[in-house]
């Protein structure tokens, strides 16, 4: 083999590995599925978490849910023809979208205090402390005035029942670098990602009425003369129609029945549970960052000096990134902070640089690219806010003629 | 000499495009389902005739919405695409239609053909306008 040809083979050996080693590295970083994930809006993710608990969400989190309202809800839409994974998203497939998320319209509220008010009087209760209220004898302080639930007054906020919900804290950091030297000119990748997601639910609290006694109260307020049109199907995409637009009323043909049906279902619930909540922390980060130099020396020139030497290759990835809990959310960068071993190459490529300013003929190629996203709701509230609920449902088959 | 280093150089340079061209999502290039927006003016979305075309087309899986009873007086009757891909699609049902409504008694004469729209619509959405 000539010289040349040898120099020929050696370029493109060269060119080989730079290109797989480029790919492995940032398939090691996990950079692609970084971006992905963070394309999930707040709703959506919050939406989600809370329906991992088993809860209806409500977003946002708000104070004036409570038992005994009636809601319409978009239940999903039917007409769904293109697969929601592809990615040459329609028309149809974002409305898809934006159906599911759960965003209910109030159309009524029930009273219901009075259920609710029977509903505790009997269960029983675990004071921490005596109650203040004299017994009917005059003697002693009644036990249960310790936890007083009296819904048709005010029922303090440390006497409705506690629920427990899991704290929820995953992180992931994947890192990747790698770097190759030769004679005649050096190379190095590094990638890293970083991912997490914190969700806590402090304090939670739950009340609601039993579920036959809020389908019985449901079914007579539907019943009644002066409140039955709530109940229809009608009005409830007459006033989805401002979360859905005129979509709410789209049509299309079922094979299987052989007539028209709304694309969209919605069905009018009432609510018999809340779910509350003084303090939210729902955190979700994502970051990516991928970094790389790359510089050479003609391998065919004939009067250059001596190249020097090249850079080593880049260091495994140290500790990973530091935990939320030891930066604070108000204080963190935005895009979730470079990862450790991004810095390392940031101080690698700058010596490639300064050891690039001593040659007289060559090149060099750096480039680097970030990509981060941050969502975070958080907060305490003087007065806990709804956080979900459970309901009962209205049947329309109801409001047919046979 | 001089190629190799071009040649070389080209790699070089492909690498961060080929990064930012992994990292962000493919916007084409899958198959997707058309969405049927049938006009049936003068007759009404439950009139018989209507309603079994509908069904035909909707067996053939496509998603019909419900027909609307209007009707393109000026244009006539015809399958209105958005997007050159979608022309033989529209090709396919306008011979579809036009075969179903030759069917009928009394015969539709009239001729559906496609027609390309140069409004903003989706890609995926096609007008079939019937009398």
Request: aromatic content about 8%; overall charge neutral; glycine content about 6%.
């Amino acid at each position: 083999m000539t010289p040349a040809r040898g120099r020929w083979v050696g370029v493109a050996f060269l060119a080989a590995v730079l290109v797989a080693g480029f790919f492995t590295v940032r398939h090691l970083g996990r950079v692609a599925p970084v971006n992905a994930l963070a394309e999930a809006s707040v709703e959506a993710n919050w939406n989600k978490t809370i329906a991992n608990l088993g809860i209806t969400p409500i977003f946002p989190p708000e104070e004036d849910l409570v038992v005994g309202d009636i809601l319409a809800a978009v239940v999903r839409d039917v007409d769904i023809q293109v697969n929601p994974d592809v990615q040459d998203v329609t028309v149809d497939t974002k409305m898809a979208r934006r159906a599911l998320v759960s965003r209910p319209v109030k159309l009524a509220h029930v009273d219901v205090s009075k259920e609710l008010d029977e509903a505790y009087g009997n269960l029983p209760v675990f004071p921490a402390t005596i109650g203040t209220a004299p017994s009917t004898a005059g003697t002693a302080p009644l036990l249960r005035s310790g936890v007083a639930r009296i819904f048709s007054d005010a029922v303090l906020l440390s006497n409705v029942p506690r629920a427990a919900f899991p704290r929820l804290k995953i992180q992931g950091v994947d890192n990747a670098a790698a770097g190759l030297s030769a004679g005649q000119g050096s190379a190095s990748y590094g990638a890293g990602s970083q991912e997490i997601e914190e969700f806590e639910l402090s304090d939670v609290r739950t009340y609601g009425l039993p579920s036959v006694v809020a389908l019985k109260v449901f079914q007579k307020f539907c019943a009644a003369p002066e409140t039955s049109d709530v109940c229809l199907e009608a009005t409830a995409r007459k006033h989805l129609e401002q979360v859905a637009g005129d979509e709410i009323n789209r049509k299309f043909i079922n094979v299987q029945t052989q007539d028209y049906q709304y694309a969209i279902e919605v069905q009018i619930v009432m609510v018999y549970r809340v779910y509350l909540t003084s303090s939210i922390v729902d955190l979700r980060r994502t970051a990516a960052n991928q970094k790389g130099g790359l510089m050479a020396w003609w391998p065919f020139g004939s009067s250059q000096e001596p190249a020097p030497i090249a850079p080593a290759p880049v260091a495994p990835p140290p500790a990973p990134a530091p935990t939320p809990a030891a930066v604070p959310a108000s204080t963190a960068p935005s895009n979730g902070g470079a990862p450790d071993p991004v810095l390392a190459l940031n101080n690698r490529l700058a010596d490639v640089e300064r050891k690039l300013a001593t040659v007289k003929s060559g090149g060099t190629l750096v480039y680097e690219s970030s990509y981060g996203k941050e969502s975070s709701l958080e907060g305490k509230f003087e007065r806990p806010v709804a956080i979900g609920y459970r309901s009962v449902k209205r049947d329309f088959a109801l409001d047919k003629t046979p | 000499m001089t190629a190799i280093k071009y040649a070389l150089l080209a790699v070089l340079l492909c690498l961060p495009s080929l990064a930012q061209s992994q990292a962000l999502p493919q916007q084409s290039g899958s198959p997707f389902a058309y969405v049927l927006f049938i006009h049936c003016g003068p007759k009404k979305a439950d009139d018989p005739i209507v309603k079994q075309l509908a069904i035909l087309l909707a067996k053939r899986g496509y998603s019909v919405r419900e027909p609307a009873p209007d009707q393109d007086l000026g244009g006539g009757p015809g399958v209105d695409y958005f997007d050159d891909q979608a022309k033989p699609k529209a090709d396919e049902i306008a011979k579809v239609v036009n075969d179903y409504l030759a069917g009928l008694s009394p015969p539709v004469t009239k001729k559906l053909t496609a027609r390309r729209q140069s409004v903003k619509n989706s890609p995926t959405y096609l007008g079939v306008w019937l009398f």
